[in-house]
């Protein structure tokens, strides 16, 4: 147990729905990333945040995506007019920072959309 | 752009083999490398993180080496058992040090 947790655990939506998923770091942690991942794929980086403050977004974040983390504690990742090519795990993980920087991560959302 | 490669794709030994998986990236100006378990559906565990200034960390039957100025990085697997069947994942800090650039990952099946 990391003691990263997600919420919910598998989500099934139908395309053009928006969908929200929630993340709970380690509670010391100030570092907070969220990626992506697709069957037979390694993880995909989308945003990391420090703090409450957003640092860093992959191109792979479109504009129907969005991430906040308010005070700096739980995280969401909401997406808008859901389409089937959304449909993957999404990984959340924590760090202390800002060295070594190991990164652990919960157990992931998986988003399969209709 | 970093690029992370693991070799081979997918490995099956017999119980008790001893073995070695692989790991390249294109770019050495890393922070840290990280190797990393997920089991089918699961997130991922974290086995081993090397700094950019060490050559090599173990935790119990793993050791993890890494070549920097080369660009590799091993983890060595002794005394494999039926319980170690799962995707490894390599993964290494771009220059920010902050996001994680991962490989495909290398699928073990260890048969008892």
Same mark, same amino acid.
């Given at each position: 147990?990391?003691?990263?947790? =997600? ?10 729905? $928006?969908?929200?998923? #929630? ?6 942690? $100030? #570092?907070?990333?969220?990626? #992506?991942?697709?069957?037979? =794929? ?6 990391? !945040? =420090? $703090? ?9 974040? +479109? ?10 504690? !739980?995280?969401?990742?909401?997406? =808008? ?5 959304? +449909? ?12 070594? $920087? ?13 | ?10 490995? @099956? ?23 990393? /378990? ?14 950019? @200034?060490? /050559? ?15 660009? /590799? ?37 260890? @048969?008892?």
């Amino acid at each position: 147990d990391t003691g990263v947790s =997600q919420n919910p655990r598998h989500k099934i939506t139908k395309r053009g729905q $928006n969908v929200t998923f #929630r993340c709970d770091p380690i509670s010391e942690h $100030n #570092r907070l990333y969220w990626y #992506r991942q697709t069957l037979g =794929q390694g993880p995909e980086f989308l945003t990391y !945040f =420090q $703090n409450e403050a957003q640092l860093e977004k992959s191109r792979l974040l +479109s504009d129907r995506f969005s991430a906040e983390r308010p005070k700096g504690s !739980f995280s969401t990742l909401e997406i =808008q007019r859901t389409e089937q090519g959304d +449909s993957a795990m999404y990984l959340c993980a924590s760090s202390l920072g800002p060295s070594p $920087n190991e990164q652990f991560f919960g157990p992931g959302t998986r988003l399969t959309v209709l | 752009k970093q690029e992370v490669t693991q070799i081979p794709a997918a490995l @099956s030994v017999p119980e008790g083999e001893n073995l070695v998986l692989n790991c390249s990236f294109t770019d050495s100006a890393i922070y840290n490398l990280q190797w990393f /378990r997920q089991d089918p559906g699961k997130g991922l565990t974290s086995l081993l993180l090397i700094q950019s @200034s060490q /050559r090599e960390q173990t935790s119990g039957r793993l050791n993890a080496s890494l070549d920097k100025s080369s660009g /590799r990085s091993t983890l060595y697997i002794a005394a494999s058992q039926p319980g170690d069947s799962a995707t490894y994942l390599c993964a290494v800090d771009n220059q920010a040090g902050t996001a994680l650039i991962f490989g495909k990952g290398t699928t073990l099946s260890v @048969s008892s």
